[in-house]
């Protein structure tokens, strides 16, 4: 399922996925906790997509919903700055303070290193609260 402070459907009442997996003992496995890459690319509008880019198509990246969910990329690199650790950090550490059932795999568009496997690890360490 996505999962990630741009994506909480999850969380909705009457979406009741993580509930039910909570009921049943089941971990959810969040895809795309770093928001389709929003977070870490400099984008101001969908126009700053490559042509071939899927996520022009996405209602998120609309020009309706593009001003928004640029206030949200605002605030977790503030959130980042302010704890020291980079954006991808403070994203996956929200999605890890939501519950010890939740398995974020980040991945990027770009070739997966150690040191970005490491970075992503640190995130576990980076004190927020739910």
């Known amino acids: 399922m996505e999962y990630s402070a741009f994506s909480t459907e999850i969380e909705l009442p009457e979406h009741t ?9 089941v971990a959810v496995v969040a895809y795309s ?4 890459g ?5 984008v101001q509008g969908p126009d700053d997509f490559e042509e071939g880019d899927i996520r022009r198509f996405y209602p998120r990246c609309s020009r309706e919903n593009f001003p928004k969910n640029m206030k949200l990329v605002g605030a977790t690199k503030e959130l980042a ?11 996956l550490a929200w999605l890890l303070r939501q519950g010890d059932d939740i398995f974020p795999i980040p991945g990027k568009n770009r070739t997966i ?3 970005y496997i490491e970075e992503n690890f640190e995130a576990m360490h980076v004190g927020l609260t739910p």
Do not use: I, M, Y
Request: with cysteine.
């Open 38 to 42: 929003l977070l870490g690319e400099d």
């Open 17 to 25: 996925l993580l509930a039910t997996c909570r009921e049943l003992g």
């Open 113 to 115: 290193t150690r040191k």
């Open 81 to 91: 700055t302010k704890k020291g650790v980079t954006v991808d950090q403070a994203a």
């Open 33 to 36: 906790p770093l928001s389709r």
